[in-house]
């Protein structure tokens, strides 16, 4: 079993900075590529960063420039930097990774249960 447990959420004024963590435990073998993404109330899903095992990162549009996503692998934890933020920021932001259990594991994705950020104007 696995569990992604994120960290770092909370309320911040425009402008300000939130850095979220998401540490992953449990059965693994390896990790591939880890993720963000956000949910805010009413809407679907959406991505907001990537990061592989390489390092090779993708952002969503509305977050670049602004936002870095890395990694600690030795660590297993993703990080999501978050600089000059907006209103429009304000979502649950979940943490995601395709993690091997074991060595024929052919890997799954799995999410955490997300973490509140809340941008005031």
């Known amino acids: 079993q696995v569990q992604l447990v994120e960290s770092g959420g909370g309320l911040v004024q425009a402008g300000g900075s939130l850095r979220l963590s998401c540490a992953a435990s449990g059965s693994i073998f390896s990790i591939g590529n880890m993720g963000w993404y956000r949910q805010a109330p009413g809407n679907e899903r959406d991505l907001v960063a990537t990061?592989?095992?390489?390092?090779?990162?993708n952002y969503a549009y509305s977050v670049k420039g602004r936002f870095t996503i890395s990694r600690d692998s030795a660590k297993n934890t993703v990080y999501l930097q978050m600089n000059s933020l907006k209103p429009e920021d304000t979502a649950v932001y979940y943490c995601?990774?395709?993690?091997?259990?074991?060595?024929?594991?052919?890997?799954?994705?799995?999410w955490g249960k997300g973490t509140l950020v809340t941008v005031s104007s």
């Open positions: 990061i592989t095992r390489g390092g090779d990162t």
């Open positions: 995601n990774a395709f993690v091997r259990e074991h060595l024929l594991d052919t890997g799954m994705d799995y």
